[in-house]
């Protein structure tokens, strides 16, 4: 039984199809990175499987249950995701919105326990933000406010997590840094999937590629299968050279 599966996936916004027929099985413990051209659908592919917007046709299986049989809150203790953007309530320091990640594990009218508590700390030490936790959230800069949502996703403990370009804002050390905690997640035994832009990052840092185009799979599989001068023409028009990667012995390419 696969873990997380896409049957024959269709989702439109009012008449435009974004996705069409997609079929895609997402590997186990390992990180998955969505690539694609502009408009080619990931972001929605990613709120789909999550359950944030709602497919006209087909199914998302969850180990083998659909996920429209899952009760919001049960679904919410299994998968987490990170919106492409997110709105930041006005007032809210760092240390509280990182606790909202707590919020699927906390009886509906408690508190948090000093183990929630515990957690919260863990993630921003993780983000690099346990030092601003009492400052306000919109007083931030971007990249801050960006690892902030990220230790949220993370306090929120579940196997499954999802972010929808989560290197947006941040500095070439924060995403760096970000694709480390990724690597950190997979040895802990999750699964990860992100929305990413860049190429030989992703083939750095991620053990399988799924490409889009078009709302449908391009391509998927490792690095090493996905990344071909043939593939980055086709889908991103772009006439690079493939070489390996001088620190990890991934793919890379060069654009000529």
Request: charge should be negative; glycine fraction near 8%; hydrophobic fraction near 40%.
């Amino acid at each position: 039984m696969s873990y997380l599966e896409a049957k024959e996936l269709s989702v439109s916004y009012g008449h435009k199809p974004i996705l069409e027929g997609l079929n895609l099985t997402i590997p186990k413990h390992q990180v998955t990175a969505l690539l694609g051209p502009n408009g080619c659908g990931k972001s929605t592919l990613l709120k789909t499987l999550n359950r944030t917007i709602n497919q006209q046709h087909g199914s998302v299986l969850l180990q083998g249950k659909d996920t429209r049989e899952l009760d919001p809150r049960e679904l919410s203790r299994q998968m987490s995701l990170l919106p492409q953007s997110s709105i930041t309530p006005e007032g809210i320091t760092v240390r509280q919105l990182v606790g909202y990640g707590r919020a699927p594990w906390i009886s509906r009218w408690g508190t948090m326990k000093e183990e929630d508590h515990k957690i919260v700390d863990q993630a921003m030490t993780e983000t690099g933000v346990l030092d601003l936790a009492d400052q306000f959230v919109c007083e931030l800069s971007g990249g801050q406010r960006q690892r902030t949502w990220i230790a949220m996703v993370l306090a929120q403990q579940t196997e499954l997590v999802l972010l929808d370009e989560p290197t947006a804002w941040l500095d070439i050390a924060h995403q760096i840094e970000l694709m480390a905690i990724m690597r950190q997640l997979h040895q802990q035994g999750k699964t990860v999937i992100v929305v990413l832009h860049d190429l030989n990052q992703a083939s750095r840092y991620c053990d399988h590629l799924v490409v889009l185009r078009d709302g449908k799979v391009a391509a998927e599989g490792a690095p090493q299968q996905v990344m071909t001068t043939q593939l980055l023409h086709q889908v991103f028009e772009l006439d690079a050279v493939i070489s390996n990667d001088p620190v990890s012995g991934s793919p890379m390419c060069v654009a000529q």
